[in-house]
């Protein structure tokens, strides 16, 4: 029984590490990606082509701060 209660354990602390470890690597992707700049993504170049249906001129402007678009809930300056 105790050699039953000793896999449990450490299965149970295997599990609670790979959970951690995938949480500290997708907190790593947030961060990296939080001073990179990715460029165009798919879904721009998406919308960039339906602009440039109706205007072949179109082009995408880029701003610093999503949520200066949104004054009534954000705290950054327009």
Known sequence: MRTLGRWLKWGLLGL????????????GWVLYWNWVNPGT???????????REKNPEAK??????LMSAFPSISSAPS
């Open 16 to 27: 609670v590490g790979i959970f951690i470890a995938w949480q500290l690597w997708l907190l």
């Open 41 to 51: 993504t798919r879904f721009m170049e998406i919308r960039l082509s339906e602009l």
């Open 60 to 65: 995408l402007k880029k701003s610093g701060c």
